[in-house]
Nanobody, 118 residues
Framework: QVQLVESGGGLVQPGGSLRLSCAAS????????LGWYRQAPGKQRQLVAA???????HYANFVKGRFTISVDNAKNTVYLQMNSLKPEDTAVYYC????????????WGQGTQVTVSS
């Protein structure tokens, strides 16, 4: 069982930046894919970014060039650096993890609210 704890959400003005953190309760190493999803009110949960084995990254088109996912294996923590934030980025952001051989995300954090508003 892997526990994930997110932090770093909050209120930011359009054009601003936030960094989300997600601490895992187990060694991440090269055997996990870690991801960030988000869910806005009335909308489906959508994948924002993912990183596999700490190297291979994937981004949704709507965040390419603005968000960066990274991992600190020494701290078992995955980050989501969000720049040039837009009001449409407002959502609850969820951290998730799965072993690289698993088809779906098995572990989820509790979510952290990000609100982009002036």
């Amino acid at each position: 069982q892997v526990q994930l704890v997110e932090s770093g959400g909050g209120l930011v003005q359009p054009g601003g930046s936030l960094r989300l953190s997600c601490a895992a309760s187990t060694t991440i190493g090269s055997t996990y894919t870690l991801g960030w999803y988000r869910q806005a009110p009335g909308k489906q949960r959508q994948l924002v970014a993912a990183i596999t084995s700490g190297i291979s990254t994937h981004y949704a088109n709507f965040v390419k060039g603005r968000f960066t996912i990274s991992v600190d294996n020494a701290k078992n923590t995955v980050y989501l650096q969000m720049n040039s934030l837009k009001p449409e980025d407002t959502a609850v952001y969820y951290c998730c993890a799965r072993p690289i051989w698993s088809a779906g995300y098995d572990y989820w954090g509790q979510g952290t609210q990000v609100t982009v508003s002036s």
